[in-house]
């Protein structure tokens, strides 16, 4: 659970509107970085890695929403610039099924590509720093890169300064009680229930951040030691087995 | 949400919703999100999921099902709601509500509406490029799943996944997701080798997603009377609220006669053949 699959209609307009703005930046860049005579030889292996963090993303580990994301992987195997693009069609697919909202498509392709991203570079990083060990590279580039990402995300809801519900807003519950208004109290036709000291906003309604990113940190460093956990074990597998793999460069593919 | 389950009710569907144009589904589905995103009345809110909920059960498709599917974006959204409480619960419940309601209309819609549909709508908006790698992801998704599943199957009758601790069982579960992997991109090299074979050079050739038609009028009609009546109840609020309850009746009138009149579950019907097909072999 290293990213939050941000719901509609939570964040700001303007935001969620620069969330697109930069994502399509990030896109932008990455389709001008795998050249054009690439391009059709990436395709399949984009699906195919991007199928493989929307398998990953649709399999709880427990029953509360814990789910591996396999992005770290999937940006050390295809390299930056290919790994955003999977990252955008995971976050356009699982918003299809629900799984974080269709209008901050943008900002949550900005938070998984930056932890794209963010595993190749710490990856090839560690891995000059640990030798000969990718399994161990893969993994400390995952906690970090998780990390990162989530305090992206925690970042974004704090710039957020989320409050666009007042009681006032909220329709004849009571918010105090939770109980429903009697709409007859007034007669059929009666359109003054909301009283001036109801119609008053109360409170402000916003996120707390500090509580949010309490909790987020709380529950998200579980998530972040299982994923880097099987990613390092994943990796190492994979070095055996296929090493190519892990040098996308140099696997026919451009990971520029 | 099972892909796979998801596919089939949206290609075996004969209802109205099956039959409507996918441009026309995609602006309904707009529509309604936007109203979704505006209103911060809790009961319109719900209204308009209700709405979903009928239009899911006329569409034939398990309401339960979509129903389960539509809470699983709540867990996340009652994180923002645990953060905004304040010792009142409707704010947390409208923030939950509006996450549950936005998954069950995207939900409706691609439990409705074939894949290469959705995406030749999308094809209009994005890249070539994208589109192509959405083709070749959802294509994969189900490929990857069976592997998946049948390593997953050879490592539990090995034993893999009991005793040796948790550090080995994690192990055998990494070694299994890495054969994934591997099959992965064999599949995809393959895949590549045989699109080149026949012909591809970067388009694939794609569905049309159909224009609006008379037809479609009525879905149309629904999806502005919705975002309409969630923008109303939006900028006036003072006058609108205390009435916030009837269109939340009337929804609910909507849902009760939706199960009462019986309705060809063709979808239903067929996905519990192929479920039985797929444990009986």
Partial sequence: MSHLHIPDGVLPLWLVALGWVVAAVYVGLALIAVRKGERVQLVPRVGVVAALVLAAMSTEI??????????????????????????????????????????????????????????????????????????????????????????????????????????????????????????????????????????????????SLTRFAIAVYALGAIGWAIEATLTGFIVSFVARVRAELLRPGESGVSWT | MDVATVDLWATSGRSYLHRASATAKAIAAALCLAGVIAVENVLIVLTIYVIAVAATRRSGIPVGKLVMGSAYPGVFAALFAFAQYRGDLVVPLTTIAKAVTAAAIVLLLISTTPYPKLFAVIRRLLPGVIVEVLFMTYRSIFILLHCLSDVMVAVRLRGGLVGRGLWGRARNLSAALALSVLHAFDTSERTYAVMRIRGYSGSLSGERAGGVGLKELPLLGLAAALAALAFVFRYEFRLLNPFSWLPLAIAVAVLITAVAVPVRAAASAAGQRRDDEIEQP
Avoid at chain 1, 132 to 156: E, K, N
Avoid at chain 1, 166 to 194: C, E, M, Q, W, Y
């Fill in chain 1, 62 to 207: 427990v029953p509360i929403a814990y789910h591996l994301n396999l992005t770290v992987l999937a940006g050390i195997i295809l390299g930056p610039a290919a790994g955003v693009l999977a990252a955008f069609a995971v976050n356009l697919i699982l918003a299809l099924f629900g799984h974080g909202g269709v209008t901050v498509i943008g900002l949550n392709t900005v938070v998984i590509g930056t932890e794209v991203v963010a595993g190749f570079l710490l990856f090839r990083g560690f891995s000059r720093l640990v030798g000969d060990r990718p399994g161990l590279a893969a993994g400390l580039a995952t906690v970090l890169a998780l990390a990162l990402s989530t305090t992206l995300m925690i970042g974004i809801v704090g710039l957020s300064r989320i409050a666009p519900t007042h009681a006032r807003d909220l329709g004849s519950l009571d918010p105090k009680t939770l109980t429903l208004a009697n709409p007859f109290g007034h007669g059929l036709v009666a359109n003054r229930i909301v009283t001036p000291e109801q119609g008053a906003p109360a409170g402000d309604g916003g996120v």
